[in-house]
């Protein structure tokens, strides 16, 4: 009779530890050759009260900040728009220049208008085109505004010229011209400035330019040169429109014809080379007229008194 062997029952690969879940052998050697000890249950990360506070204190500093730049918002609309905080109150000139004590004064009465507006839509560019239309004889402007009320309006005006003598048929008129050919004062002269004589067959209108600005460069550049070169002073000029010449009347009394179509540092060089023929400070001449060009272009034409 054959005994059967009696089948052995595999001992299970885990083992049961109370309280705990079974741990597979085979599964917790495999990780202790590889990573070597793990620890399989995680404690729970404990919670400081120091940092549950900083959490809060950082949230409440954003809270207080969002709520202080939203009333500062809302206070800037309501001063802008429903206040009179920031509406012009005064206009306040200031020149440093000004040949003409009014044009203070009369700045102002322009801009009354901008009065109890609000200064923050203030145009400067606007401002600044509507005293330029009224006043051409000023050549620089600055607008500034001056929180919370105050417009400040800085200005210069052209420099003052030549002194005008006008004679017409109608009338003789004398007046002073800024440098760009404006009249700037009626009736009156500046001794420390050049004077000039126009001819012309109606009264120049002092409304509009009395003397092209580009004419007057070219008068003062003459004038400024001939003094420089020769040493000695021009004492009044004459420009004759019709036929584009300008006289230059010397402290020696007699004059320098020039034509105003051609530069005028031309003609005095040739005037300059005839020097050693011609004696212009001893001489008594009544003109010297260099307008006419010769063949070698040094052509002078004179008269003696």
Not at 16 to 43: A, E, V
Not at 74 to 92: A, E, N, P, W
Not at 224 to 249: D, Q
């Amino acid at each position: 009779m054959l005994f059967s062997r009696k089948k052995l029952t595999p001992k299970p690969k885990y083992r049961y530890q109370y309280g705990k879940s079974p741990i597979l052998r085979q599964t917790y050697n495999k990780t202790l050759r590889t990573n070597g000890p793990t620890n399989f249950h995680t404690p729970h990360k404990k919670i400081s009260l120091s940092s549950l506070a900083s959490k809060v204190s950082k949230k409440t500093r954003k809270l207080i900040i969002l709520l202080g730049i939203l009333s500062v918002t809302i206070l800037l609309v309501k001063l802008t728009f429903f206040s009179d905080y920031f509406q012009i109150k005064t206009i306040q000139i200031s020149t440093e220049n000004s040949t003409q004590s009014s044009i203070g004064s009369n700045i102002s009465t322009i801009l009354e208008p901008y009065k109890n507006k609000s200064i923050i839509f203030a145009k400067k560019a606007e401002i600044i085109a509507k005293i330029q239309n009224s006043y051409t004889e000023i050549e620089n402007i600055k607008v500034n505004k001056k929180l919370p009320s105050t417009l400040v309006i800085t200005f210069t005006e052209y420099p003052l010229a030549a002194n005008i003598t006008n004679i017409s048929s109608g009338a003789n008129k004398k007046f002073i011209i800024n440098s760009i050919g404006y009249v700037v004062k009626e009736n009156a002269d500046d001794p420390s400035l050049p004077y000039i004589k126009i001819k012309t067959d109606s009264p120049v209108n002092i409304e509009n330019v009395a003397l092209d600005p580009e004419k007057l460069k070219y008068i003062l550049g003459a004038i400024s040169y001939f003094e420089e070169k020769f040493g000695m002073k021009i004492i009044e000029s004459e420009y004759k429109v019709i036929s584009r010449e300008l006289h230059l009347r010397t402290e020696k009394f007699f004059y320098i014809w020039l034509d105003i179509q051609k530069p005028f540092e031309d003609q005095l060089k040739k005037l300059k080379k005839a020097i050693v023929k011609l004696n212009i400070y001893d001489e008594p001449l009544d003109y010297i007229d260099l307008r006419i060009a010769g063949d070698n272009g040094e052509k002078i034409i004179y008269k003696r008194r």
